[in-house]
């Protein structure tokens, strides 16, 4: 079974440009979630999603958003980059129907913003 | 605020030595915690995981403990190999999101 994939795995972005990154679960997991890792901060949760619905947010501001399409496959968007927001973005998926599942991460995409 | 915290940065150890890597927690309502592998370059890799209605799980040269009366899970990885290098992570499940701790450098030399 494949694992979760994530596009683009490298992405370079300027200051108040928006991003779009993309993420496929493993084939049958409903829920994904987003993390955003840095060395500063470490990892930390962005929002989780199950059946096309934000089930669980982070405290992240609104510039981050994210939504699921009817396949379970996710997108999360950044808008207004900020130099701050240079970070790997990794994604996991699980099947979702408790809150105590695996989660599974995908390789993750690393953002720069000059 | 509550969090997952680990004791130490960095850990380096002897090609075949067993290797212990700690982790403290403080919400005590937690009731189910995963250890990550994350090597240079990937995402986090699942290593183990354990419920708060056990005190001990095993795997394949892995163990995870758990004490919840301080609060405290460890992993344990049997005759550590140089493919065991990496950062790793405890992580709480809080709903449907994950704590992460900081994570702990382990360098495996020969």
């Known amino acids: 079974k494949a694992g979760v994939t994530q596009t683009p795995r490298y992405l370079i972005k300027t200051r108040g440009q928006q991003v779009t990154l993309s993420c496929s679960p493993i084939s049958g997991h409903r829920s994904v979630s987003w993390y955003q890792q840095t060395p500063g901060q470490g990892l930390q949760f962005l929002f989780e999603y199950f059946s096309e619905t934000q089930r669980n947010k982070g405290n992240f501001p609104g510039r981050f958003s994210g939504r699921q399409f009817s396949n379970s496959r996710s997108e999360m968007n950044v808008s207004t980059l900020e130099l701050g927001d240079s970070a790997l973005y990794l994604c996991?998926?699980?099947?979702?129907?408790?809150?105590?599942?695996?989660?599974?991460f995908g390789p993750g995409t690393r953002l720069l913003v000059l | 605020g509550e969090s997952v915290g680990l004791h130490l940065p960095t850990l380096s150890v002897q090609e075949g030595d067993n290797s212990i890597i700690n982790c403290a927690y403080s919400n005590s309502a937690s009731d189910y915690f995963i250890w990550y592998k994350q090597e240079s370059g990937k995402g986090p890799q699942f290593i183990i995981d354990i419920r708060s209605n056990m005190d001990k799980r095993q795997g394949q040269r892995v163990t995870v403990l758990l004490n919840k009366t301080v609060k405290h899970l460890s992993l344990q990885i049997a005759a550590t190999q140089p493919g065991d290098s990496a950062v790793y992570f405890c992580?709480?499940?809080?709903?449907?999101?994950?704590?992460f701790g900081k994570g702990t450098s382990l360098l495996v030399t020969p």
């Open positions: 992580a709480e499940n809080i709903g449907y999101a994950l704590n």
């Open positions: 996991a998926s699980s099947h979702g129907g408790t809150n105590q599942e695996t989660q599974y």
